[in-house]
């Protein structure tokens, strides 16, 4: 099993950056794939980014990409969101996913580990 726990959530104005960590615990970081993952007020969980079990390959949806940038360092255990141009339509709990395929891409269900969630708030 791994324990994930996200940090660096906040509130910044429209156009800032945020950078979100996820930091894990137990079985060996570098055998999961990992996603990034946030759900808003009244809607749905949506994937923002994914990244494969050693970094090599990564996904983005499509709202979020050229300004969020999914990245990790398997020897500190730990995944990033580097959140830049930030929006309003960007504010929502951001939630980690870890996985045990060798990328686990954009489906929620693909992810049997999920931290707590951070809240990113974006004001206008």
């Known amino acids: 099993q791994v324990q994930l726990d996200e940090s660096g959530g906040g509130l910044v104005q429209a156009g800032g950056s945020l950078s979100l960590s996820c930091a894990a615990s137990g079985r060996s970081f570098s055998s999961y794939s990992m996603g990034w993952f946030r759900q808003a007020p009244g809607k749905e969980r949506e994937f923002v980014a994914a990244?494969?079990?050693?970094?090599?390959?990564?996904s983005y949806a499509d709202s979020v990409k050229g300004r969020f940038t999914i990245s990790r360092e398997n020897a500190k255990n730990t995944m990033y969101l580097q959140m830049n141009s930030l929006k309003p339509a960007d504010t929502a709990v951001y939630y980690c996913a870890a996985g045990s395929g060798v990328f686990q891409g954009a489906q929620p269900v693909a992810y049997g580990y999920w931290g707590q969630g951070t809240q990113v708030t974006v004001s206008s």
């Open positions: 990244i494969s079990r050693s970094g090599g390959t990564t």
